[in-house]
T-cell receptor, first 115, second 111 residues
Framework: GAVVSQHPSWVICKSGTSVKIECRSL??????MFWYRQFPKQSLMLMAT?????????EQGVEKDKFLINHASLTLSTLTVTSAHPEDSSFYIC???????????FGPGTRLTVT | QQPVQSPQAVILREGEDAVINCSSS?????VHWYRQKHGEAPVFLMI?????EQKGHEKISASFNEKKQQSSLYLTASQLSYSGTYFC????????????FGAGTILRVKS
């Protein structure tokens, strides 16, 4: 099946620093990748849609200057949380779209803790 | 608009059956089902396309009623490993469609 990796799996950073999270599709090419945020016991909230070679499309209420997304190739998308604050602490999950039927496969997630 | 999932939570004993429902107010291209265990990412279970199809894998199956924009996930003879939160994701027919996830159904299977 389609495999998506995410790195790192967890990160602790200090307030004011930036953190980069990588998402890779390992055995397929993904023209579209998605970034989600999930708080405890809640559903997945789409932050942005990332298309290879073009600017990401952000959902309403998501600050594009704070959450920088780059989709440099068909297998790699990155999310950089800039000037992180404690309220940015969350579980960030990427997914990649595969196939003609728009199946989406999720990476293992990155747990970000900002102190 | 977020699809509505029901029930919010269900507790079963091993071997019992369960049904999880997902309903949307929009015309859908497909419905996607995922299971997420605590602290992990969602795992893809199956996708159902418009056309009213039904799919299954071992003891987990699902149906999609295109006319009602409703999907149901059927868990038969549940096992302990079925425990987790089940999310349906709906893909609208409209241009630029993106998966929209329901609030989730917590399933707990007890021995």
């Amino acid at each position: 099946g389609a495999v998506v990796s995410q790195h790192p799996s967890w990160v602790i950073c200090k307030s004011g620093t930036s953190v980069k999270i990588e998402c890779r599709s390992l055995d397929f090419q993904a023209t579209t990748m998605f970034w989600y945020r999930q708080f405890p016991k809640q559903s997945l909230m789409l932050m942005a849609t990332s298309n290879e070679g073009s600017k990401a499309t952000y959902e309403q209420g998501v600050e594009k200057d704070k959450f920088l997304i780059n989709h440099a190739s068909l297998t790699l998308s990155t999310l950089t949380v800039t000037s992180a604050h404690p309220e940015d602490s969350s579980f960030y999950i990427c997914s990649a779209r595969a196939g003609q039927t728009y199946e989406q496969y999720f990476g293992p997630g990155t747990r970000l803790t900002v102190t | 608009q977020q699809p509505v999932q029901s029930p919010q939570a269900v507790i079963l004993r091993e071997g019992e059956d369960a049904v999880i429902n997902c309903s949307s107010s929009k015309a859908l291209y497909s419905v996607h089902w995922y299971r997420q265990k605590h602290g992990e990412a969602p795992v893809f279970l199956m996708i159902l396309l418009k056309g009213g199809e039904q799919k299954g894998h071992e003891k987990i199956s699902a149906s999609f009623n295109e006319k009602k924009q409703q999907s149901s996930l059927y868990l038969t003879a549940s096992q302990l490993s079925y425990s987790g939160t089940y999310f349906c994701g709906t893909l609208p027919m409209e241009y630029g469609n993106k998966l929209v996830f329901g609030a989730g159904t917590i399933l707990r299977v007890k021995s």
